[in-house]
Each structure stands twice: as C-alpha cells, then as structure tokens.
C-alpha cells in the first residue's frame, strides 16, 4: 500500500475543495490502512481524513480521526505531528464556540511545539474572541517571528495582518495601517491574507474618518470576494458596507447592504441543509417519470421536512451533548495527565463519557438519514455475534420487564461482515424495540424473541423474530418508507425502519419481513460475508 500516494491524492482533493471525492478515497483504503504499521505517514493520512470531515461539517467523525492521528503520534513519538493533531482538535472544539477547551488544546499543542505557527495564531485568534488584545499581540508577535526564522512568506504575511488587527481593535487605526502597507510588499500572500489585509485597510480608514480611502479600498475588497467568489469575503465586505453606510448617513446604502449582508448570514447558515434537499428534489425529479404524481410530491414533501427537522433537532440537542462529552473527556484526560480523580470518581465519569458518546450515535440516526450523500460508511470487520452481544446489553433489562423470553439462536462459526459497528447495533436494537412494542400490543403470556445468525453460502443471515401482533398485508410495501408509522405518533415518527434500510443498502445487504404461520413477524438481513 503506497501510503504516500494515497496522502498526496487526499490532499489534492483538499485543495480542490473536491471532499465527496476525497473521502470516497478514504473509504477505499480504509481498512487496508488500518492495518499498516503506524508511521508519521500513517498519521499525516488519519490528520487529512480529519480535515475532509472537518470540510464536509462533521465535526464529530473529524474528531475521532484526529484522536486516532493523536494516539498514532504518541506511540511513535512525533511531537511535531502530535502538535498538529492537538491543534487540529482545537479548531473543532472552536467550531463549536468552546472556546476554552479550544485553547486548552492550542496550548498543549504549543507545548508539544512550539514553533507551531498555525496553533499559535490560534490561540491569539482564540484571546481576540475574549478582548485578550495583550495576550494576542504577544502570540502574533511570536507567530510572526518565527516564521521569519522559518522564512515562511505566507505565515509572514498572515501574522502581518493579524498584529494589524490587533492594533485596530485596540483603537490604534495608524499603527494598523502601517501593518497592513507592508502587505503590499509581500510577493507571497495568500488570496484570503490579501483581502483581509485591504478590509484592515478599509476598517482603519473608517476609524479615521477618512471616507474616501475607506470607500476605495471597501471597492477592491468587494472585487477580491467576487474575484473568489467566496461567501465568507462577502460576509466581511457587506458588514463593513453597513458600518461606512451608516457613517456617511446614506442610509438606503445601509438598508441594501443590510439586506445583502443578512442574505449572506442565511446562506452561510443553510448551505449544507439547502444542498442537501436540492439533491432530493433532484432524485425525485427523476423519479417522477416512473411514479405517480401523488406519491411523489407526498414522498418528497416528507423527505423535504425531514431535512429541516434533523437539522434544528440534532443541532439543540448536540449543544448540551457536546457540553457532557467535553467535559467528561476534559477530567479523563486531565486525569490520565495528572491523577487527580478517586478511582470510583474516574468511574462513574468513565460512565458518563460512554452513555453520552451511545446517545450521540443514535442522534446521527436523523441526521445521517438526509445527509448521506456526505457520509462514509467506515470499512470495519464486525463480528455479528459480538455485535448482537453488545446491543443485548442495552436491551435485556427492557426485554426481562416487559416479561418477555428471549431465544438466541447464534452461528458457531461466529461470522464477520464489512460495516459500521455502531450501525450493526442501532439496527438490532431498533428491530428489537419494534418487536418490544408489538409484543406489549399482544397482550399474552407467552411473550418471545428470537434473534438467529447463522451463514448461507457467501452471506450472513440476520433474523429477529417475534410472535406478536404481526403486520396487516397492506402495510406490507410502507412500512420502510420515511414517515410512515403503524403507531401512533406519540409511539414513533416512522423513521426506524427508513433508517435500518439506508444503514443496510449502504452495507451492500437486503432486509425484508413477513408474517410467520402461526403469529407474529419475521426481520430478514442478509449482509456479504468476509470470509477469514
């Protein structure tokens, strides 16, 4: 396995903003890579996997692979890398405006390196945020003496603008401008320093009163962000326009680019949830040939609202989650630094770490259902017998108070699938809780569950049965549609079933379901096998 290919190919498609097909890339070579030794190589490719998740909004996934380069680091010893890793985890956490964690781990990575230019700017980013204007100048004064020592022009010239934005928030527009001239000097400069550079230069201006400099150098900016055509520019650019507008007292300027700028802040808000239902309404539109009107718009209309719906509920609910993950990994890994927890102590937050990371696993649930276009199903060899285990565990306490037996009937030859653990475990257990429920519906006493594996041929049989209620012949060909439910709608959305399906197709297996003889239903998964 040439590693150094595969980093270059993952980094090409980086740069070229070309994510899907980077991380398509990723999951050609992910099980082959995660059986190579670890090397600096091997972690630089975890750190870009990272990034192509960081770049497609999953900040989750992008933070597991950035502990997996951590760990990598740490064994072989690569501080350097270590450091970027480290800097990397804090750019995630200041994502997710956790400022203080995100500094926590800028600094480990500055002690892990501390010509780290990239975590240093960081943290002075970090200590602007907080009016921490001292403390930043002092970082970017370093950052930019080091790359002086480097010779590094773009860091140069990064560090250039930064001191300058520092100067203007301290309300020093002369000094500022002085930082930002030097830009011009620069043969080196990045397209996004050289716009934040003139828009320093506009801000000061402005300061200054000076409106006709300012108006000419917010003129060039705006030509930088068309040129570029980027959103986060034009973010910049129309904000500054308010301010210059309501400065001047031309106040239907202001109502305009007020107008612009709010249009903007929507699109950088919505981008990823309006890409994702366009690609729907796009399927569908192909679809339509071959479906009746009716049901397509029916359909779609469901699928549209789905979007929207995971997108506000996902996002509530992982602010809170997030807050108990953090938190909980910040005392262990403290603890692991400097044993500070009572051994029960470390226990119960260990506890707390787990439930926390299983409840973010079932969020994705939703979210992953209108996402999957963006999502990578990871490569993984799963023992299913293992895997029912495990689900088990979650489920048998519900299982034994609901008086419910339960039969397994597991392979001896415990067979192995490709797929996500994860996914293998939410499937039992949503096919278990369906089963729960129409056990409870019943209404008998000999209540019973039987979950089977076993091999056929080349495939891997999955079988979970139940002799409840069963399932009306005419709900047969709906019951794995979104948003349909044969339960109430405080019992269920109708998005289990939907889901399973997706998790399954995406494994390169079947699922389908009948009645049994006597009563009850039967749940058949078949899944590729992977042979030893």
């Known amino acids: 396995m040439d590693l150094k290919k595969i980093n270059e190919l993952i980094l090409d498609h980086i740069e070229k903003g070309e994510i899907n097909s980077g991380l398509e890339i990723v999951q050609n070579n992910l099980r082959e890579l995660e059986s190579v030794e670890n090397s600096p190589i091997k972690a630089q490719i975890y750190l870009n996997i990272g990034k192509l998740y960081y770049e497609s909004l999953q900040f ?8 997996i380069a951590l760990k990598i680091c740490e064994e072989i010893n690569d501080l350097q890398l270590a450091s970027g890793a480290l800097s990397n985890i804090g750019v995630i956490y200041s994502a997710l405006e956790l ?42 004064e370093t950052a930019h003496r080091i790359a002086i020592e480097q010779n590094d022009e773009l860091q140069i010239a990064d560090s250039i603008v930064n001191i300058g934005n520092v100067q203007l928030m301290q309300n020093k527009p002369e000094e500022a401008l002085g930082y930002f001239a030097r830009i011009d000097e620069r043969k080196n400069v990045s397209a996004r320093t050289r716009f934040f550079g003139l828009l320093g230069k506009a801000r000061a201006y402005l300061k200054l009163s000076r409106h006709q400099e300012a108006r000419m150098f917010l003129e060039e900016t705006l030509r930088e962000a068309q040129k570029n055509n980027n959103y986060e520019m034009y973010y910049f650019v129309y904000e500054l326009y308010v301010s210059y507008s309501k400065e001047i007292a031309d106040w239907k300027s202001c109502y305009e680019y007020s107008q612009k700028f709010y249009e903007i802040k929507e699109k950088l808000n919505q981008r990823t949830i309006s890409q994702r239902i366009a690609e729907l309404e796009a399927a569908y539109a192909i679809e339509r040939k071959q479906m009746e009107a009716q049901k397509l718009i029916e359909r779609s209309a469901r699928m549209a609202s789905i979007g929207v719906m995971t997108a506000g509920i996902t996002h509530e609910i ?22 500070v927890l009572p051994e029960d102590y470390r226990a119960s937050i260990e506890k707390i770490f787990l439930a926390a990371q299983r409840v973010d696993k079932i969020i994705k649930h939703m979210r992953t259902f209108w996402n999957t276009g963006n999502e990578v199903i990871m490569n993984q060899t799963v023992y299913l017998n ?42 039992i257990i949503n096919l278990l809780t369906n089963s729960i429920q129409a056990l409870d519906d019943a209404k008998k006493q000999d209540k019973s569950i039987i979950i089977t594996s076993k091999v056929v041929n080349d495939q891997v049989l999955l079988e979970i049965e139940d002799n409840g209620t069963g399932l009306k012949n005419e709900n047969m060909d709906k019951i794995f ?26 494994m390169k297996g079947t699922i389908s379901c009948c009645n049994k003889d006597a009563e009850g239903v039967i749940f058949s998964i078949t899944l590729p096998l992977v042979k030893e």
């Not at 989750?60 to 502990?67: G, N, P, R, S, V």
């Not at 602007?128 to 970017?140: G, H, I, S, V």
């Not at 992982?318 to 044993?339: E, H, M, S, T, Y």
């Not at 549609?481 to 995406?506: C, E, H, R």
């Open 99 to 140: 400022s203080d964690k995100a500094m926590e781990y800028y600094r480990l990575s500055i002690e892990k390196a501390p010509d780290n230019i990239k975590a240093i700017n960081n943290l002075g980013d970090k200590y602007m945020d907080t009016q921490q204007y001292e403390k930043a100048l002092d970082q970017f």
């Open 481 to 506: 549609d979104p948003m349909y439910s044969t339960k109430s709608p405080q019992d269920g959305m109708g998005l289990g079933l939907a889901i399973v399906q997706n998790y399954i197709t995406q």
């Open 60 to 67: 989750d996934i992008a933070l597991e692979y950035y502990h």
């Open 386 to 427: 293992k895997s029912i285990e495990d689900a088990l565990s979650l489920m048998n306490q519900q299982i034994r108070s609901h008086g419910i037996t339960l039969i397994k009937n597991f392979s001896p030859q415990n067979p192995a699938i490709c797929g996500n653990k994860v996914h293998i475990e939410q499937i």
């Open 318 to 339: 992982n602010q809170p989650l997030n807050a108990i993950v953090i938190n909980a990994d910040g005392l262990l890994f403290k603890d692991n630094r400097d044993k």
